[in-house]
């Protein structure tokens, strides 16, 4: 028989090509109506194509529908997805009335349902980012129960992101880790819907980045990537996939990928994926501050910081080093006050760098031991920011020979992440330890190492650090002119030649121009050359 337009709709959803499966479901609505199951899978639609209000329309309508034909357990399901999306969306107070609707629903019935598990997840996630882990531990894992009860899949997973989400909330990471690892292995079999699906793909690596998991952000992020390539129509989840990617290029020093991604993220938290919004501006922050980009690097943590979350602890590391150390501390210090262990995981290591530019050793100490003594602390990228940490709180406390022994250990551990930040700034401390301990040659050598690194990604305030250290004065005189040093400082901090045309008040071809002399005066075969030529010859700032 021939292919109904609702058949075509329904086939299209399954195949994930959701642009087809809103058009073909929704004239199917038109043409003749749609029953309640129809009106979810437009709704979900709607929403992964980043139509937020219509899909709540739609979801609104299933659950009439559902009460209408007396299916009370899809009705609450319903309600206790629009809990979870209205809260999302800011909108509380409503939020608020479908909770209650849903819990009437509930109470109505005679047998228990998996409806019910879904009415806690709004509870458990409002205890989880109130602060109350344990609560929250206690709702994911009723919710779960109840999943595994009805052999629900989508909220099995959901519970077992919920437990696991708060079990490194509350400072067991290895235990909570196994829980994520049980919903990936639902989410990547296909087993979940696609709205759980991106929900536990995003939390997930979003986990990873707290318990500092640098192996399983990368094999998420990977397997995120590709479940967001076979869909390329979907808005929701695609802005934060993206954020996640920068962030690896990040730790890896591909920075202009990272620009790249974020340019993306920031889109799309616009137009559809608004849980993107916080990544997307706080990595932002971070690679302006490692720029040395400040008063930009403040702007975007102000955009991050408009979601509710503070830009920590990026926007510290920028005041401490604009002298405004006593500000940092304090706002460091408050953080802490109230963080879970997870979070202290995430802060501690930029509490030590801030605490030393204050002079407050005793603090930074207090800090780095910490750090150090965290459970599941055997992860490379802890070790790392671990031993990193620990070398220079040895050096403040006059102990350099030590201090060079944790500073090489850890440089090992960059580098086998292939991280070449991390790597250059252990050698600055190896090279500080040196230095003290009477041997200037060695001293030299991470120095210069530590530099050209440095100048190759284009770190600014690192590579000016390291020249303060060395005692070195950035030439004056340069082949260049003064516009083409201009060019060249936009070319230093990332900008491509569109947008230093539009800084400048130039044409596109007038800085191509300009790119192409200042390559042939320095002798250099590449932006990133020149960028490092420059950096080592003092010729920006």
Same mark, same amino acid.
């Given at each position: ?54 899909g ?24 206790a ?102 919903a ?58 993206q ?11 591909a ?44 702007a975007?943590? *102000? #955009? +991050? ?5 503070? %830009?920590? =602890?990026?926007? @510290?590391? $920028? &005041?401490?080093?604009? !002298?405004k ?40 100490r ?76 060695s ?6 190492? *530590? #530099? +050209? ?5 284009? %770190?600014a =305030?690192?590579? @000016?650090? $390291? &020249?303060?250290?060395? !005692? ?49 005066k ?20």
């Open positions: 028989m021939p292919a109904t337009t609702l058949d075509l709709g329904r086939s299209a959803f399954f195949e994930h090509r959701w642009n087809d499966a809103l058009d073909c479901l929704a004239r199917a609505d038109t043409e003749g109506g749609l029953p309640p199951q129809d009106i979810e899978l437009v709704a979900s639609v709607a929403m992964l194509l980043g139509k937020e209000s219509e709540v329309a739609y979801l609104t309508r299933a659950h009439d529908e559902y009460v209408t034909v007396g299916d009370i357990a899809g009705a609450a399901r319903c309600a997805w629009l809990v979870l999306y209205l809260m999302n969306l800011g909108e509380t107070a409503r939020g608020s009335g479908w909770m209650s609707r849903a819990k009437q629903l509930v109470d109505g019935m005679d047998d228990p349902t998996e409806a019910e598990g879904y009415l806690l997840i709004p509870s458990a996630l409002g205890a989880l980012y109130g602060g109350n882990p344990e609560a929250s531990n206690e709702l994911f894992g009723r919710a779960l129960a109840v999943g595994q009860r009805f052999h629900d899949r989508d909220l099995t997973a959901l519970g077992q992101l919920g437990v696991g989400t708060a079990r490194i909330a509350l400072g067991f990471p290895d235990e909570g880790v196994e829980f994520l690892d049980d990936m292995v639902s989410v990547t079999a296909g087993e979940v819907s696609p709205i759980p699906s991106g929900i536990i793909y995003c939390a997930v690596i979003g986990s990873c980045r707290l318990t500092l998991d640098v192996q399983r952000a990368h094999e998420w992020t990977a397997a995120l990537a590709r479940w967001c390539g076979q869909q390329p129509d979907m808005v929701m989840f695609s802005g934060q996939c954020s996640h990617r920068a962030e690896l290029f990040i730790l890896h020093g920075w202009e990928d990272a620009t790249a991604a974020l340019l993306i993220a920031q889109e799309r938290s616009r137009h559809g994926d608004p849980e993107a919004m916080w990544g997307a501006w706080y990595l932002q922050g971070e690679l302006f501050r490692l720029m040395g980009r400040d008063d930009e690097a403040m975007a943590y *102000a #955009k +991050a910081a408009e979601t509710g979350f503070e %830009a920590l =602890p990026g926007l @510290a590391l $920028v &005041l401490a080093r604009q !002298g150390e006593p500000q940092a501390q304090s706002m460091l210090r408050r953080a802490l006050s109230h963080s879970d262990p997870a979070n202290r995981r995430r802060l501690l290591p930029a509490v030590v760098d801030v605490e030393l530019a204050a002079g407050d050793v005793k603090a930074a207090a800090a780095a031991d910490e750090f150090g003594s965290l459970e599941g602390g055997g992860k490379p990228l802890e070790q790392a920011l671990a031993g990193q940490a620990e070398a220079n709180v040895l050096l403040a406390e006059g102990k350099p020979l030590a201090s060079l022994s944790v500073a090489r250990k850890a440089w090992r551990l960059w580098y086998s992440l292939e991280a070449p930040y991390g790597a250059a700034s252990c050698r600055v401390l190896a090279g500080r330890a040196c230095s003290q301990l009477g041997d200037p040659d001293a030299a050598m991470e120095f210069e190492a *530590a #530099k +050209a690194e440095f100048a190759d990604l284009g %770190a =305030p690192a590579v @000016a650090h $390291v &020249l303060e250290l060395t !005692g070195e004065k950035r030439q004056s005189s340069s082949p260049l002119t003064n516009r083409e040093l201009e060019v060249l400082q936009l070319v230093a901090s990332g900008h491509a030649n569109r947008t230093i045309a539009r800084e400048l008040y130039l044409s596109e071809k007038t800085v191509a121009r300009h790119v192409s002399n200042i390559l042939s320095l002798a250099v075969p590449s932006r990133t050359a020149a960028t490092g030529y420059a950096f080592e010859h003092g010729l920006i700032h």
